[in-house]
């Protein structure tokens, strides 16, 4: 898991009194909200749409990230955002990439 590198690295350089440059420590948070997983519908759906928000930094993982937003935004109650992932997952480019079950047509 990236969280096992990245967050011994982070506190290493606090500890030795190395400033984390904003973007590195903003990357670190997408990452973490990305690979964590949680409970709780709604922060986890929260941190979904974070990362969702910030797709193009996943490029491979694009669509396992929108089916789970998606997904997680609807157990949660967030049916405006789940909406916006949905019709954004079923875009030609991203269709053609879902696997059969998530994403056939009505």
């Known amino acids: ?47 979904l749409i974070r990362v969702a928000n910030n797709i193009s930094k996943f490029p491979s993982h694009i669509v396992p990230i929108l089916t789970s937003t998606v997904i997680e935004c609807h157990r949660a109650g967030l049916r405006h955002a789940a909406y916006k992932y949905a019709t954004t997952l079923m875009n030609p480019e991203y269709r053609k990439k879902c696997g059969s079950k998530i994403c056939e047509k009505d």
């Not at 967050?7 to 909200?33: D, F, R, T």
């Open 1 to 47: 898991m990236p969280m096992t590198f990245f967050l011994p690295c982070v506190q290493e350089l606090k500890q030795n009194g190395i400033s984390i440059p904003y973007e590195m420590y903003a990357n670190l948070m997408l990452l973490h909200n990305y690979t964590l997983e949680e409970g709780d519908h709604v922060k986890g759906a929260r941190m």
